[in-house]
């Protein structure tokens, strides 16, 4: 059984920076394409970034591109997000996926297993 576990999100100010972490247990981490969504207040999830089993691919939502950077070090089988420059319209819960697709398939939202999220708090 594959499980994911996030943390690292908490109540920051507007510019400031957090890296949140998700462990994935059970099986190896490079057999999983993974990646990291949210859901703020009212709104759907939506997709923020992915990257590949190996590390060597990367993809970003618009919104992140040049604020968050996605990486993993699949020998401590733990995938991060670096959100910089942090603004209240980034405000929601987190959540970490895995796949044993690719990054184009956590963009579709084809997902095999989901974390249960940490929540990011920006004030402004």
């Known amino acids: 059984q594959v499980q994911l576990v996030e943390s690292g999100g908490g109540l920051v100010q507007a510019g400031d920076s957090l890296r949140l972490s998700c462990v994935i247990s059970?099986?190896?981490?490079?057999?999983?394409?993974m990646g990291w969504f949210r859901q703020a207040p009212g709104k759907e999830r939506e997709f923020v970034s992915a990257?590949?089993?190996?590390?060597?691919?990367?993809t970003y939502a618009d919104s992140a591109k040049g604020r968050f950077t996605i990486s993993r070090d699949n020998a401590q089988k733990t995938m991060y997000l670096q959100l910089n420059n942090l603004k209240p319209e980034d405000t929601a819960v987190y959540y970490c996926a895995a796949t044993t697709g690719t990054t184009s398939s956590l963009q579709g939202f084809r997902v095999d297993y989901w974390g249960k999220g940490t929540l990011v708090t920006v004030s402004s």
């Open positions: 059970g099986r190896t981490s490079s057999s999983y394409a």
């Open positions: 990257i590949s089993k190996s590390g060597g691919t990367t």
